[in-house]
């Protein structure tokens, strides 16, 4: 089951601009994750932020939660062509397995 | 150098057999994951271990069998019964403790010939 639907499906930005992605869930969440995948290449963890934080920063990544929207945004600050990648949300429930489910993902360009 | 390794990188297969992909990780995490990825979708969970000789299944187990003999290890077998087996699989693991982020290997692209 796909909890996470991410928004834009891709996003073309020239470099030094800002890229924001959303994500929404449908069930409660102990957290939500964000990671980013190169093309043909294994996922790569980025960002956690709990169900109880509202705002995560992490160098040019900014992550925020609302959990009574059940969505999260992450902005790619000053991005450069280097961020061209695939970028997934991924909650996990609160029941404690560890288990992900991740969106559909958002692809994003970043063009020099 | 830790880290989460997958053999082979690319593997091709006759429709009727059998194949074992392999995950591999030094890290010493308990839990172990394996997802199907198709083209422009996202990640779909197959099967998981939290702990040695025990497994659960995911979303799309059927088709797939696994086995957690050792900590280190979660190979996936892709049977003949899986009817669309072609796709990019991704192996995961994870320490119970802390914040549970998951750390992938670099996948294996399974293609049915």
């Known amino acids: 089951s796909q909890q996470g639907e991410e928004d834009p499906q891709a996003l073309s930005i020239q470099e030094g601009e800002n890229a924001t992605m959303n994500c929404s869930y449908k069930?409660?969440?102990?957290?939500l994750q964000w990671y980013r995948q190169n093309s043909g290449r294994g996922l790569v963890h980025l960002i956690l932020i709990r169900s109880n934080e509202r705002e995560k920063h992490s160098g040019r990544l900014r992550v925020t939660l609302d959990t009574s929207k059940k969505s999260s945004s992450l902005l790619i600050t000053a991005s450069r062509a280097a961020d061209t990648a695939s970028y997934f949300c991924a909650t996990e429930g609160s029941s404690n397995t560890g288990k992900l489910i991740f969106g559909q993902g958002t692809t994003l360009q970043v063009k020099p | 150098d830790g880290g989460i390794t997958q053999s082979p990188k690319y593997l091709f297969r006759k429709e009727g057999q059998n194949v074992t992909l392999s995950c591999e990780q030094n890290?010493?995490?308990?839990?172990m994951y394996w997802y199907r990825q198709d083209p422009g979708q996202g990640l779909r969970l197959i099967y998981y271990?939290?702990?040695?000789?025990?497994?659960q299944k995911g979303d799309i187990a059927e088709g797939y069998s696994v086995s957690r003999e050792k900590k280190e290890s979660f190979p996936l077998t892709v049977t003949s019964a899986q009817k669309n087996p072609t796709a990019f699989y991704l192996c995961a693991s994870s320490s119970r403790q802390g914040h549970n982020e998951q750390f992938f290997g670099p996948g294996t692209r399974l293609t049915v010939l």
């Open positions: 271990s939290q702990i040695v000789n025990d497994f």
């Open positions: 069930t409660s969440i102990n957290n």
């Open positions: 890290l010493n995490h308990d839990a």
